[in-house]
Each structure stands twice: as structure tokens, then as C-alpha cells.
């Protein structure tokens, strides 16, 4: 979907939208007081002060019945300069842009604002020519919303709008947003019993229901199993660490902000970890390397933890517990090329298994005049950088280059995977690392006896596994491949009285060639409960009858499809297992 914001021309008429609506509010509630209407990547929202007036879809209805008179009526928008004075005497009776001019700084004596006939509003613009113009838009949702953001202050109304320039662009925008719903992580979240949250566990802690943790733990196995092909040794370390290991690796001066607050037990003090790095340097310092040892590759599925804002929350992809596919490649200088490599490999490998086929990479940079973000190290990011550069370059892989996306301590390589609605969003990432070996004095004993330090490559192929799981849910549109779905076969027996004795053979049968398998023998029509089984997005449904019954088959019908296929239940199981081999 189109972004508003980063479009000039949408985001001027979105902009002139929101004055619209607010005209077309006063019209309707004279006392209404404005704070601020805002152009965002999804269109425009404002802010509203309606007293004791609590909004209604009723009330959605009028404003944009209102809206649309205007849109017709055609006024001009019309551009003011005032003084801050004028401007505080303009807007006396509304305290909220009372606020706003008042916190102007005193030099900016000239302030703009906005006329169409009765209305005028406080803006910097720039806007379009007349409110006709705004005439395609739709008024899509309303909530409350604290001023500032601040719960302590009064709760606000705050309506969305999104405009176009045609109906069409509108119309297929609208559609958009149709599939974005259907397609929501969080609707199918709860439709496929993944995930919960609850308030009283906290914010942002996702709690993973019998079908979700399913899908989580096969995941799970699913990239454990191909590490295990590519030489990856797995460890698992806790959930917290000491404040000096984040000391000793930066990641408190660097990331403080985006980590829960320092524990004090009894004489030390603690820290849920927000990465697994500084604990896999631990592990990795445990014992003496030779170079013959390397590449070492320490991998862990991970549990972290990282604090971000409530407004931030979203899902499980923006969570503010949540678990890695974590793994750190400690290697000579001579073994990046091949173990950045093998990486990639592996992404590209995972992809293709999965169906994900939109995606970009990115070569993430430091800002070089950014002296507080990054590690000060020029040598070493000029080192760093180049080196990626080159086995980017080598292995002929196209990139784009993003300054100032780096970690502190390296440069990195995102690949940004465009979902099926909504915005790209970074899943893997390949991260080269000089910095944080030199930190926790690691090293190996070389050929010739000396001392040197390996490279650490840090790297993800699912990113997190629960923003995978969001991300994939979404991209699927909940149909997830055989070997990930938390129920593969349904069955469904015609008349309980006639078939559900054979229904049991075949439930008990798949159940011992390990096939996840649910019985539905309820007191139903069969076509109800085929009805629900599609509902659910069970990718395989038997139904048993007669036929099957008497002459001891199969009769099967796959996801997405209306026809029925009959066979043997030694061929049924074979087609599963063959299917299920492809992702081991």
C-alpha cells in the first residue's frame, strides 16, 4: 500500500483533508476545540477536544456527510501570515492551539494559517488549491486519544481519514485495506488460536496457545535442523546477565534506552538481556581455540527481552519479550568470505522453502559523523565496511547501502522482505563484527603461535521467531505450508452411528505415523463441520462414508479445493510424508 507521507502530492491533499474534517466538526459542534491533525503513512487523523461527547459511528456518518457538502460547496484555501500575537488573540478560546503558539520560540514572529470560508485553522501547509478538491476521501476509524500522549492528561477524539484524487485510487486503496484486515496477524492470530495477550501478565508478552506454540516449536526445529546440517553447535544461556557483561560489551552505554531496568539483588545487579551476543562471547572465551577449531558457529534459540513504548506494541511483531534464531560465527579474517557465504545460502535456502519470494538486500552502514551512536573506531568501520562490500560484490549479490542503519559495533547486511500488505520489514540479517572479540579479549592461537582475534559474524535467519510468525501468518493469509500447520488432517466422519468406528482406526493410525490429526465426531452435519475445517484452514480433510468404510479407503480433499480424492491410506500417508520431506 501507497505510503501518504512519503508521497508530496498525497500528503498535501491529506493535509488539507484533515482541515476539512475539522471545518465540517465545528459545523456540527460549535464548542469543539482542536489540538493537532497530522499526515500519516495510512492518510490523516485529528485530534479533538468534544467535551463530555463520546463519538459514534452515527456521528462518523455525519461529519462525512458534512464533509462532503463542503467538498462541493468548493471554497478556496487561503493562506494567512499573523504575528504570534494576532495569532493568540485569534485562537483565544482554544486552549490546545493556545498551547501550540505559546511554545513557539520568540524570533518566529510570523505564523501561517489556513482559511476555506468559515473556517481557519493554525498550519504551516503547504495545502491544496480548494476543499473540492478533497472530495475522494473516507473517514475509516475513531478512537481515544490522551493529549500529548500523556495518560494523565484529558482523553481526546481522534478520527482517521485517508483522500485520494480520484474514486478509483480511492476505491482500490479501500480494497486494500479490506485484504490488509483479512490478512492481520492479529485477527488470525485469534481465528487459529496462536497467540494471546492479556493486561494482567503485561503489555507486549505474548502468550502462545496449543496451536501457536505448534507453529513455534516446528519453526523452531525447522531452522535447528538446518544448522545442524551446516556445522552449527547449539548452547543455551539465561535470560539475564550481570550489568558489567553489558558493560564490558557497550551494549548499556549504546542501547540503554531500549533495556528493561537495572535488578538489584542482594550485592549485584542484573539485566534482562535484549541480546545474546555478550553471552555467546562468554561461551566462546570458555576454553582455548586454535585456529584448526574455526569456524566455530555457536547458535541458540533465545529468549530476549527489549522495552519498547506501549504506542510501539503491535502483535507479536512488536513485542517486548521475544525469541531469536540467534547465532554467532567466530572465524579467522581469511574464513569471512565463505562463512558470509554459507549464510546467505542458508537465507536463500529458507526462502525457497518457504515461498518467500519479495525481498531486498540492504547493506547497513555507520554515520560516520555520528561519534556517540557508533563504536570510535575509523580504522576498524573502514575495515569492516569494505570487507562486506567486497563479498557483496564478489558473490554478485545486488544491495542498496544505508548510512546510519548499522549496529554500534559493525556494519550489516538486512534483507527487507516486502509482505503482502503493509510495509517491508527487515527478517534476516548478517551482521560483521571486529568490535565486541577485541571487548571480551577473545582469541586463538594461530599457525604460528601467535595470538589473534577471530571476526564474529552475528546472524539471524528468522530475525525473531515471533515477528516471523507475524510476518508469515500475514504473507499466507493464515495457509501455512503442511509441516508448519498445527493440524494437518481433520476427519470427519459422514454419520457417527455408521463411520465413526473406521474414522478412529484412521485417526489412531496417523497418529502413530506422527501426523497431527483431529477427530470432529460431533452431532453435526458433515458439511457444517467441512465448513468449519475450511474455516480453520485444516490443510487436509477426510471425510469418511460408506465407501471408505466398506472397502477401507481414504477420501481427501486439500485446502483451497473442491475436489475429493480417494485413495489408500498406504498412499494417503506416503503423499504427507513425501510432502513433510521436503522441509526436513
Not at 495545502?127 to 476509524?141: A, Q
Not at 480494497?175 to 481465528?191: I, S, Y
Not at 521467531?465 to 500447520?485: H, Q, V
Request: proline share 4%; glycine share 6%; hydrophobic share 35%.
Amino acid at each position: 500500500m501507497i505510503n501518504i507521507k512519503e508521497d508530496e502530492r498525497l500528503s498535501k491533499l491529506n493535509h488539507s483533508c484533515a482541515h476539512l474534517m475539522a471545518q465540517a466538526v465545528k459545523h456540527l459542534y460549535p464548542d469543539a476545540k482542536f489540538w493537532v491533525g497530522p499526515v500519516i503513512e495510512e492518510g490523516f487523523y485529528y485530534d479533538i477536544d468534544l467535551g463530555d461527547k463520546v463519538l459514534t459511528e452515527d456521528d462518523i456518518e455525519a461529519i462525512s456527510k458534512e464533509m462532503k457538502k463542503l467538498a462541493k460547496d468548493g471554497k478556496r484555501i487561503v493562506r494567512h501570515e499573523i504575528s504570534k500575537d494576532e495569532a493568540l488573540d485569534m485562537f483565544k478560546d482554544d486552549p490546545y492551539k493556545v498551547d501550540l503558539i505559546s511554545r513557539m520560540d520568540e524570533d518566529d514572529t510570523i505564523i501561517s494559517c489556513y482559511s476555506q470560508g468559515d473556517f481557519t485553522d493554525l498550519c504551516r501547509g503547504p495545502h491544496v488549491d480548494t476543499v473540492k478538491e478533497c472530495k475522494n476521501f473516507k473517514l475509516l476509524k475513531f478512537s481515544g486519544a490522551y493529549w500529548k500522549g500523556d495518560a494523565n492528561n484529558k482523553m481526546l477524539q481522534r478520527i482517521y481519514g485517508i483522500c485520494f484524487d480520484n474514486e478509483e485510487d480511492l476505491n482500490k486503496h479501500l480494497q486494500e485495506l479490506e485484504e490488509a484486515k483479512e490478512r492481520d496477524h492479529r485477527k488470525l492470530g485469534k481465528d487459529l488460536g496462536i497467540y494471546m495477550m492479556s493486561d494482567l501478565v503485561g503489555r507486549g508478552l505474548p502468550m502462545y496457545l496449543p496451536n501457536g506454540f505448534i507453529l513455534w516449536r516446528e519453526l523452531e526445529n525447522y531452522i535447528v535442523n538446518k544448522e545442524l546440517k551446516r556445522g552449527y553447535k547449539h548452547v543455551q544461556t539465561p535470560p539475564l546477565g550481570n550489568v558489567n557483561l553489558y558493560k564490558t560489551s557497550g551494549h548499556l552505554e549504546h542501547y540503554k534506552d531500549a533495556m528493561f531496568p537495572i535488578m538489584k539483588v542482594e550485592d549485584e545487579e542484573y539485566v534482562l538481556r535484549p541480546m545474546n551476543c555478550p553471552h555467546h562471547m562468554v561461551v566462546y572465551g570458555n576454553d582455548i581455540h586454535s585456529y584448526r577449531d574455526l569456524p566455530l558457529r555457536i547458535a541458540e534459540v533465545a529468549r530476549d527481552c527489549r522495552y519498547e513504548a506501549s504506542g510501539a506494541l503491535k502483535g507479536i511483531e512488536r513485542v517486548r519479550t521475544f525469541c531469536q534464531n540467534d547465532s554467532h560465527i567466530f572465524c579467522t579474517l581469511e574464513q569471512v568470505e565463505s562463512e558470509f557465504k554459507n549464510v546467505v545460502d542458508l537465507i536463500l535456502e529458507c526462502y525457497k522453502e518457504l515461498g518467500i519470494e519479495n525481498y531486498r538486500f540492504e547493506l547497513s552502514l555507520r554515520d560516520p559523523e555520528d561519534k556517540i551512536k557508533y563504536h570510535n573506531d575509523d580504522e576498524m568501520w573502514d575495515k569492516a565496511e569494505n570487507m562486506l562490500r567486497q563479498v557483496l560484490n564478489d558473490l554478485k549479490i545486488d544491495y542498496v547501502e544505508k548510512i546510519g542503519e548499522a549496529a554500534f559495533y559493525g556494519p550489516k547486511l538486512d534483507v527487507q522482505c516486502k509482505p503482502a500488505v503493509g510495509n517491508e520489514i527487515t527478517v534476516s540479517t548478517c551482521q560483521l563484527d571486529f568490535c565486541l572479540p577485541a571487548k571480551f579479549d577473545l582469541n586463538y592461537i594461530d599457525k604460528d603461535g601467535s595470538k589473534k582475534t577471530p571476526v564474529v559474524l552475528h546472524r539471524a535467519v528468522f530475525g525473531s521467531i515471533d515477528r516471523f510468525i507475524a510476518f508469515y501468518l500475514e504473507e499466507t493469509k493464515g495457509n501455512l505450508p503442511l509441516f508448519l500447520s498445527p493440524v494437518q488432517v481433520k476427519i470427519l466422519p459422514v454419520n457417527n452411528e455408521y463411520h465413526l468406528d473406521y474414522a478412529k482406526e484412521v485417526f489412531n493410525k496417523l497418529i502413530d505415523d506422527d501426523i497431527r490429526v483431529e477427530l470432529d465426531d460431533r452431532e453435526e452435519k458433515v458439511g457444517y463441520r467441512m465448513r468449519e475445517a475450511v474455516i480453520h484452514k485444516i490443510p487436509l480433510i477426510l471425510v469418511l462414508g460408506q465407501k471408505e468404510v466398506d472397502e477401507g479407503l481414504i477420501s481427501y480433499r486439500r485446502r483451497g479445493s473442491q475436489e475429493t480424492t480417494t485413495v489408500s491410506y498406504e498412499e494417503f500417508i506416503n503423499l504427507i510424508k513425501k510432502e513433510m520431506k521436503e522441509h526436513k
